[in-house]
């Protein structure tokens, strides 16, 4: 642990702020693609969001199920944004059902699904949540639950693990 001083001028006292050094972890930008291997989806592009504690998929066409002892949930995905022909049929376990409030103020239950992210050579396991997002700008959001000892934001970046060709 790292003790720093500061010296407050309004109160003549020295105030002890306690800094943890943080690990040499990679640096992302604010948008990036990345793959979602485990839902069949080799690229989509993710905003990287720091105001969402949890992430999000667009998702449509949700159905919750049971298989076996299993509570499941079957969707379609458009990855690409603006495009609503390419779609991609997923299947995952849903661990959770959480109320998420939206940019907006509005709260829905979401189911919540983990899954592998890829980032350029980077992989971990992520929790998502499941919700429409067609009329969003990406049908991504990587929030900092997923980021949080994985990635660093830099916010003034994009693409830094590359372009989708």
């Not at 298989?67 to 997923?90: C, I, L, N, W």
């Not at 709260?107 to 992210?117: A, D, K, Q, Y």
């Amino acid at each position: 642990m790292i003790m720093i001083y500061k010296h407050d001028h309004s109160l003549k006292v020295n105030t002890r702020l306690k800094v943890e050094p943080h690990k040499a972890l990679p640096i992302i930008g604010w948008r990036e693609w990345v793959t979602l291997s485990d839902l069949g989806i080799s690229k989509i592009k993710a905003k990287v969001d720091t105001g969402a504690r949890t992430s999000a998929l667009h998702a449509y066409d949700v159905h919750e199920y049971v298989e076996g002892h299993k509570k499941m949930v079957r969707f379609k995905v458009h990855p690409m944004q603006k495009d609503t022909h390419s779609v991609r049929y997923a299947k995952a376990e849903v661990v959770d059902k959480r109320l998420i409030r939206d940019s907006g103020g509005k709260v829905t239950l979401r189911p919540v699904i983990i899954t592998t992210i890829r980032v350029g050579e980077l992989k971990w396991e992520i929790e998502l949540t499941l919700v429409n997002r067609d009329q969003m700008g990406f049908r991504m959001l990587l929030g900092r639950q997923a980021l949080r000892g994985n990635l660093l934001v830099n916010p003034q970046k994009s693409y830094l693990f590359g372009k989708s060709k």
